[in-house]
């Protein structure tokens, strides 16, 4: 693979040259160079840890370098913050995204904005989104709460916000790592259009096969390190791209082991949960088996996160029970661990405490644990010890229990969280979107770690919007439509046309009416 040869005589949305941080022992980047052109979409690939999200952060100013330059549209460039990038035009849509919770999509858009007036216009706001939905072609509720909506419909909602302020270039970090198929491909159609109004754009991704069809150049960095500058993706081997981040690619292959399944774990009877905010759940019943992995999957905002709530006990439902070897644990957080129930969050920033050292996210689980503790009194050296274990036997890199959480990358928070939940064999494994942000090979550990969790005896409910991810690992899969079951089917019966109809919120019995 070689750099493309292309003559270039425009100047550079950004050049980046001899880049280079340190924190602490970890040479994050090492005299990186890299540029991204205007009117391109430049892949930056890597492992995780490799320094991608790390060169983004200084490019949009939310770090400094230790070493090295940087030169926008041809100017001098060293932001100081990340309210300096934003004023010179960059905007970077983060893995764990940014807008504050608590406010409307209308008053984020207005909150830290480099010209935003002294007193808020709700009426003005709320016209200021809907007329960038109509520009862009998205379907962001201006007076709705952050927190009320789906992962995916936030992150449009980030880069509404991005362009509404005047990005003359866009940082994308795993975009498209919480997304099924139909909000992909609706994303990699919203990038070719800003590319072609003037926007150019850099695209953190690990789903390597998207990137044939959205990048126009790609750059592979490894230990800080670039592999591979600015490669135009027409002509590149995305195997030999994968084999460059983690070796052998052989080694990627996902096998499903042969499970015996035992009596049931997990019984959901008459589950209802009302929201007055989002989409509930509507008479939902399933059991899962000891030793069986069922697939959820649907169009982002169907449920999902809902069903994933009251499953771990976070919410209470209306009616039903959240049977866990027979013990309810609906609506009880307390229980549901008691009881054995480990979760993988979708959202890291919900599942990990960022601003608390790796330390205490690996114990939080076990508050008050007497290995831990002695008379009311933490034990620093027993938590760091053990949280020193655990990130060795997960590969969260750097092992530090002292770090902070929020000082890892985003992959490395995803294997933090995983080691915390699963460290002792669960009885129920409620896994949602298990490997957003991962790269090839922490993905495929972390499938293996969803089989030995059944493989233990435990029962495990993979939520998903990576259909490849649930079909990797699933026996069963249930479709969700609207907060209702409109479908269920062994993983052999799954194909695009009967997912397809589901989604839509087809029933099998409608969907063969329909079609007879």
């Not at 072609?196 to 490894?222: C, F, K, M, Q, W």
Request: hydrophobic share 45%; proline share 4%.
């Amino acid at each position: 693979m070689t750099r493309s040869q292309e003559s270039r005589e425009t100047v550079a949305a950004v050049a980046v040259s001899v880049i280079s941080r340190r924190f602490g022992a970890i040479q994050a980047l090492d005299s990186v160079d890299f540029d991204l052109q205007p009117g391109e979409i430049h892949a930056l690939v890597g492992e995780n840890g490799a320094g991608k999200s790390t060169l983004a952060k200084i490019i949009a100013g939310s770090i400094r370098a230790d070493s090295g330059s940087m030169r926008l549209f041809g100017e001098p460039y060293h932001p100081g913050s990340r309210q300096d990038g934003a004023a010179a035009g960059v905007a970077h849509v983060r893995q764990q995204l940014s807008l504050v919770r608590g406010l409307t999509v209308a008053q984020n858009l207005q909150l830290g904005r480099p010209d935003a007036p002294a007193l808020f216009d709700a009426g003005g706001a709320k016209a200021e989104v809907e007329r960038w939905c109509d520009e862009l072609g998205l379907n962001v509720p201006a007076e709705r709460f952050v927190d009320e909506m789906p992962l995916a419909v936030r992150q449009q909602a980030e880069i509404l916000i991005a362009v509404a302020w005047g990005a003359r270039l866009l940082i994308l970090d795993e975009p498209s790592s919480a997304l099924g198929p139909l909000e992909t491909d609706a994303l990699i159609a919203l990038c070719h259009r800003l590319r072609s109004e003037g926007t150019p754009i850099i695209y953190i991704s690990h789903r390597l096969p998207e990137l044939a069809e959205l990048a126009d150049r790609l750059t592979v960095l490894r230990h800080g390190k670039v592999l591979v500058s600015g490669a135009d993706v027409r002509e590149a081997d995305l195997r030999e791209v994968a084999t460059l981040m983690v070796g052998d690619v052989a080694l990627l292959d996902v096998t499903r082991p042969v499970i015996e399944q035992g009596p049931t774990r997990l019984a959901v009877t008459g589950l209802s949960v009302r929201s007055t905010h989002e989409v509930g759940l509507h008479d939902f019943e399933f059991e899962v088996a000891g030793g069986e992995i069922l697939g959820v999957v649907g169009v982002a905002g169907n449920g999902q996160e809902v069903l994933a709530k009251v499953l771990t006990g976070q919410i209470k439902p209306a009616n039903g029970q959240v049977l866990v070897d027979g013990v309810d644990v609906a609506g009880s957080a307390r229980r549901a661990i008691d009881a054995g129930v480990a979760h993988i969050h979708e959202d890291r920033a919900t599942g990990l405490a960022a601003a608390l050292s790796v330390g205490d996210n690996a114990t939080a689980r076990r508050i008050g644990d007497g290995a831990f503790t002695r008379i009311g009194m933490r034990l620093p050296a027993r938590i760091a010890a053990h949280a020193r274990a655990l990130a060795e036997r997960f590969h969260v890199r750097p092992p530090d229990p002292a770090a902070r959480a929020s000082s890892l990358s985003g992959g490395n928070q995803q294997k933090l969280m995983a080691a915390r939940e699963l460290e002792r064999d669960p009885t129920v494994l409620v896994a949602h979107g298990p490997t957003k942000g991962l790269d090839p090979e922490a993905a495929k550990t972390m499938r293996d770690r969803c089989f030995a969790a059944a493989q233990s005896g435990g029962a495990v409910v993979v939520i998903s919007a990576d259909l490849d991810e649930v079909a990797d690992l699933a026996n069963r899969v249930i479709v969700l439509n609207a907060g209702r079951a409109t479908d269920e089917f062994p993983i052999e019966q799954m194909n695009s046309e009967r997912l397809g109809a589901a989604m839509a919120g087809l029933t099998t019995a409608s969907s063969e009416s329909a079609g007879g």
